[in-house]
């Protein structure tokens, strides 16, 4: 266990919720009116929009809405989908989406292992709420059918349905994975009472929660209430959460025909995360030596210049609080050099024959809970949710609801991206000064911070018309929304604020100013010690002493990316299905068309110093997709039915990233665009089966899916914006062409580039209720996933600037063989120019061969969950339960033979036991308690998700890609996540 987090949490903590709301819930529940339950069953017919799980059988869901947008059977949905019922979110001691979707049939985490540039800003940075694969592809969370990419918390789930596969009924924009809908508790009119429940264990863990519901009026007016409040450290050293959240619910029947329900939510989560991967080893080459710095030219292992060597690099240095410029300094790096000889800077020689010996530290060594960030990686999530619904029934048939809804949030990270453990050869400081750290071990990294702001009102009228005919019945629906929603973006880095101090005042943003941050270690150890500087410690005292004495340095956070937004969308969409029973019910048939539409504005983002947001440009566009979703159920007798859905979908793009359009003219401008919406379409088919008087039911379906033209940061950046700028500025640094020509072929907004994914496979979702006692629940699922079409635009953007290239006057030139890494100097300009874009060529080949093999795919996942209770007898009360789990290794790269290599299996092995005392304490308050351990055998070392690259021999250009990989070194790697224990105690009356 870490010692204790204490989180900062005042920048973003709300009064109301910490101080007053959360504790007095609790502390209220002794005062609880105790009030007898009622027998009375509502007298309201249940609305067609809504389930409430009442059905609901241990673990089998028996509705869903999950399907048509309707209250439909399970057995009557042509779509894929699973419900997670009350029960078994119980027994499995959920507590948010990553523990219920751990028994998914094909969901997995997504920490960016898909990428063959690893970096977990997905879980550190991107979104609030954790990502995750569904059938290999990207999924949709939604709460109540709307929008929300929040985190999820089980304390007011009614219940959470995961649809997989395209379906636009449910979703028109959204991913081809699927989408998984928090359905979240209402007010019941049927009785009165209240469940308090109290958590704790491993890594200080404390969760208190209460769910209260109070008949006000008899059959009118109820309101329920839930509260939230958790406090946990981390594993990992120096990681933790606090999460408030309150929830309050109210329906009020105006008659047996109206309704009124209203509902608001508040969050106020607050942790610090580190990423997902465990640290690099990137010092255990070094033999010792120390160089003096800026001059070394000869063999040396384990040596590499810095970074930016020849520029200034100012280095805030935590031991004593000073600033060091490290300009030409030497830094430990795990690669070999042959005959290298940066000091003449020749490039060529060294990147031909470098030999990569990079690796992951080495965990008997390094502990995979040690995080480079420390106590830095703060998150602040500010949320609020006011939603109200009113539902109208007009005769015996038609139902009405109408929804307005109010979303609203903040969010802040901080984040640092290095890992690599160094050690310090220089001798001297620059200036000739004795280096005080020399052969010290240190952690260097930059701080960035990145914040977005959400809101997002929505307004929606849904209709139903059951409509029963003398040999078919149809159930009728229609849909139409509008909504507006507002995203502003802002991506900043720490930054010296007092540039005068080099002399260079006319460019704030060069990145000599960009803040690093450096930390020494005598020696290995004191792992909750072994971090970087925060950028809290640099914050908090703003002028330290500079590279000379007494200068004044002050750091700040400034814009220094071009990815600023301050966006405004506005959504349109329309609905119409139908679901009909033909022959007497065998037959059930689904089909639906939806409409979205979406007009939004944005801004070009400009650079007078740093990145700001230009609101005298704005660029208005539109986009709109139909899809179409269709499906029916054949139940060919009681026990066996078979099925069919296929569907279309459509997704927002990602509108930070500006990529190059795949029909790109060879010859003209290159403009950078916003990606247009991705499109996908997938179909699913086979069989559902119940047995056994309803004791044994599942489904056995084969499903295949895509997602076309999805934008990509990946190394989209590296292979055409750097390639293209590199050669840009050699030839103008040679002469060959004028700045304004420069200026006028530089691609400064190209961040990404364009893929297309496809997945099929086959899912097993088994469900039982064997007898009263027990329960179970069974999934098994192969998905085979393939990337295709990557890198298109940078194939037209080589052929697009080759056939410009060529087109100039023929000049005689000394070469540019320094300037674009070109290893033959003394040719023509076109031959020079030919030999870089052949390099080029080839560096797109390789990032395609290593984007293209399924990176991060688990092809197999089975996972089981059972409870037995026992009913009589001296175990009377006792309930024993446990779960597998299983994911095959990942897919991690290909070796030269283009063999697949692999990583680690995940093998979880769960255990559950509670105990229901029978005797009441005060005579009116049932109480139970419960232990979930997960992980029992606690699987642990670390999980490779990258292998490190085979060098090239003779290579044409220092950026060049090799896709092959060497099993032997592990490049990047995750990790198992060690054993956990929660002990439970329930409270209900």
Known sequence: ????????????????????????????????????????????????????????????????????????????VAATVTGYTEQFLEDIGATDLKSILAYSPSAELDIGDNSQNPGGNNVVDSRPAANFRVRGLGSTRAQNFFNYGMPIDVYNIGRLDESRGPNSLLFGVGEAGGIINSTTKQAGMNRDFAHLQLRFGSENFKRASADINQVIIDDKFAIRTNFLVEDSDDWRYNLGEEDRRAHIAGTFNFNQNAKLRAEYEIVSQDDIVGRPYQMRD?????????????????????????????????????????????KSQMRTDNWFYEAADYYNNNYTTWWR?????????????????????????????????????????????????????????????????????????????????????????????????????????????????????ENSRHNFVAMASIAEEKVKFTNEALYIVSPDILGNTTDPTNGIYRGSFRQYFPELGDWEN??????EDVMSSSVINGPTSGSAVAYD???????????????TAALIAAQSFWLGGDLVTTFGYRYDKIDYSTYDVIRPFYYEIDYTSPNDKSNSAPTITAGAVYHVNEKFSVFYNQSDNTNNPDYLINVLPRDLSPDGEIPSVTPDPTEGQGWDTGVMFDLFDGKINGRLTYFEAENIGQANWSYGYGITTGQVNQLLSAMETKGLIDVATKDLRTLDNVQGTLLDDKSDGYELSVTGNLTPNFRMQANFSITNRDR??????????????????????????????????????????????????LAWSDDVQGHRIAEEIGRGLRKY????????????????????????????????????????????????????????????????????????VSNLFEQDGIIPIRYATIPIENANNANERNPYSDPSIIDAASFFEPRRVIFTVNFRM
Request: hydrophobic content about 35%; some cysteine.
């Open 1 to 76: 266990m870490q010692t204790q987090t204490k989180l900062n949490t005042s920048s973003t903590s709300i009064p109301l919720l910490r101080g007053i709301l959360c504790p007095l819930a609790i502390l209220s529940l002794p005062l609880f009116s105790f009030a007898q339950e009622s027998e009375e069953d509502e007298v309201f017919e249940l609305s067609p929009f809504t389930v409430d799980g009442s059905e609901d059988s241990g673990y089998r869901a028996s509705n869903t809405l999950a399907g048509t947008r309707l209250n439909s059977e399970m057995k009557d």
């Open 282 to 326: 990137d010092y255990s080459q070094w033999d010792g030596t120390l160089l003096q710095s800026g001059h070394w030219n000869a063999v040396t292992p384990g040596i590499n210049r810095s970074q930016w060597w020849g520029a200034h690099v100012l280095n805030y240095v935590g031991n004593d609080g000073t600033v060091v410029d490290t």
């Open 353 to 469: 024959e470098a030999q990569s010996a990079s690796a992951v530290a080495d965990p008997d060594v390094v502990p995979t809970s040690v995080v480079t960030s420390g106590t830095g990686g703060k998150r602040f999530l500010d949320l609020e949710v006011l939603s109200a619904y009113y539902e109208q029934k007009i005769g015996d048939d038609f139902f009405l609801e109408l929804a307005a809804r109010h979303q609203d949030s903040e969010w802040v990270s901080h984040w640092s991206g290095n890992s690599e453990i160094r050690r310090d050869p220089n001798a001297n400081s620059l200036g000739g000064a004795e280096n005080p750290y020399a052969g010290q071990y240190y952690l260097e990294g930059g701080w960035d911070r990145r914040t977005r702001d959400i809101s997002e009102n929505t307004l929606r009228a849904t209709a139903s018309y059951k409509l029963d005919l």
């Open 530 to 535: 072994f971090h970087i500087p925060s950028w």
């Open 557 to 571: 956070w400034r814009k220094h990316h071009s990815a600023q937004n301050d966006d405004t969308f506005d959504k």
């Open 788 to 837: 295709f079409n990557t890198y298109v635009d940078a194939d037209r953007l080589i052929e697009n600037y080759r056939n410009w290239f060529l087109s100039l006057p023929s000049t005689q030139a000394e070469g540019l063989d320094t300037e674009i890494r070109d290893p033959v100097g003394d040719q023509t300009v076109g031959e020079s120019a030919e030999s870089f874009f």
């Open 861 to 932: 996942k089975a996972n089981l969950f059972a409870t037995y209770d026992f009913k009589d007898g001296p175990m009377d009360g006792l309930s024993v339960g446990g779960g597998v789990r299983y994911n095959s290794a990942n897919i991690v790269g290909v070796d030269q033979d283009g063999n697949v290599l692999k990583g680690e299996a995940l093998e979880y092995v769960d255990l559950r036991l509670s105990y229901k005392f029978s005797q009441k304490l005060f005579d009116k308050v049932a109480w139970d308690i419960g232990l979930n």
